[in-house]
């Protein structure tokens, strides 16, 4: 087993040198122009407008929080870090994926410490590249898009490692437990990446004790140098990002979205309407359109149904459209985080009353059940 001492000044440094070019992939995707098909949407950069706006409203997030449920942190330290970023000048997308940047190097930062007061510095170079590209770690940035959670996995191993007495060996159940978490974090990749969805907070633990099994492993070789650690990364990186590379949104987002609507009050958003526009005017026997952008949450159901109607103060229907959400598209086609274009025409009767609104809403066409947006209606007045 290594120790302290047996670890030159170059020899860490040379790790330490090594350790951030071979970060690198893993977030240099977050650099680049636009934003992604995350399962939390554009939900992060909604709270963040709130939050320049009026800091006050984060207490209680008012986009909704997480979709997910539970997994927003308590303050919003993400909100308070991206604002600060802002004031560089940078856009509010920007400033959110520096804080995801943040939080992947704090992270891999934080184990390649932790591991490095227990194992020699290539082992812990080798740890802390097996813990950056996991798929529940890369699945967690790059597919959920749960920002919060990702900046605290990158404080969480820097609170390990200052617990952790230097030179612990943490015993051989303690390695087995690691063992066991690495095949958690990896087993779904023998299925195509199926599971990940549903055991990613399981398999981001499991990668996390992990790193003490590859540390420990890698460190009782005598020939333990750079190439394990450099192979095994590389190795994980490959395999991973095949699986949870980030898909963009060629789509640039309002500071807030129009509503948020869910299937299921309290258990998390389902789809939100970004925007809307009428276009020509509600006139009694005339035509008109309205373009609207959908963003799902979830995995869109064949029985999603957009409507449009056009009513008069005692609710009477005078013009109306019913569409599937993803139009003529396969539902199976259309990817979380996906920005859906919606355009649906409809024609006004030819004695409908001069006072009419057209509203705008979802519903389950299988049970005909509306959503219910955040403020509890079941639906939305158009402009």
Not at 166 to 174: E, I, K, L, M
Not at 203 to 214: D, H, I, K, P, S
Not at 248 to 254: E, G
């Amino acid at each position: 087993m290594g120790s302290v001492s047996e670890r030159s000044p170059r020899t860490v440094w040379a790790v330490r040198g090594i350790l951030l070019l071979a970060s690198v992939p893993a977030w240099a995707l977050l650099t680049y122009p636009g934003w992604f098909a995350f399962a939390v949407g554009f939900i992060p950069y909604f709270n963040l407008e709130a939050w320049l706006r009026d800091p006050s409203l984060l207490w209680s997030p008012p986009y909704g929080g997480d979709p997910a449920g539970g997994l927003s942190l308590p303050v919003p330290v993400v909100e308070a870090v991206a604002a600060g970023i802002t004031r560089l000048g940078w856009s509010p997308l920007a400033a959110l994926r520096t804080v995801m940047v943040l939080a992947l190097l704090g992270s891999v930062w934080g184990v390649f410490v932790w591991q490095s007061r227990r194992v020699k510095p290539w082992s812990a170079l080798a740890a802390a590249l097996v813990w950056l590209y996991s798929p529940p770690l890369l699945f967690l940035a790059y597919r959920l898009g749960h920002v919060s959670v990702l900046l605290l996995g990158g404080v969480v191993p820097w609170l390990v490692a200052l617990l952790q007495p230097a030179g612990s060996s943490w015993g051989r159940f303690s390695r087995a437990v690691g063992g066991m978490g690495l095949v958690l974090a990896w087993a779904p990749l023998a299925f195509g990446g199926r599971g990940l969805s549903t055991w990613w907070g399981v398999g981001l633990v499991g990668a996390f004790l992990g790193t003490v099994w590859v540390a420990s492993w890698v460190d009782r070789w005598t020939w333990g140098g750079p190439l394990p650690a450099l192979a095994g990364g590389a190795v994980a990186a490959w395999v991973v990002f095949s699986l949870v590379a980030p898909r963009y949104v060629d789509y640039k987002p309002p500071a807030q979205p129009v509503s948020l609507f869910s299937q299921a009050p309290g258990e998390g958003v389902d789809v939100i309407l970004l925007d809307v526009r009428r276009e020509g005017p509600v006139r009694a026997g005339e035509r008109f359109h309205v373009v609207a952008h959908w963003q799902p949450l979830r995995p869109v159901q064949s029985q999603w149904t957009v409507f449009v109607q056009v009513l008069d103060a005692q609710n009477q229907i005078w013009g109306q459209q019913d569409v599937p959400l993803g139009a003529d598209r396969e539902v199976s086609s259309i990817g979380v985080g996906e920005v859906i274009t919606g355009t649906y025409s409809l024609s006004v009767a030819a004695n409908a009353p001069a006072d009419v609104r057209v509203i705008m809403g979802v519903y389950d066409r299988s049970t005909m059940q509306r959503f219910r947006t955040l403020e509890g209606s079941d639906y939305v007045t158009l402009p």
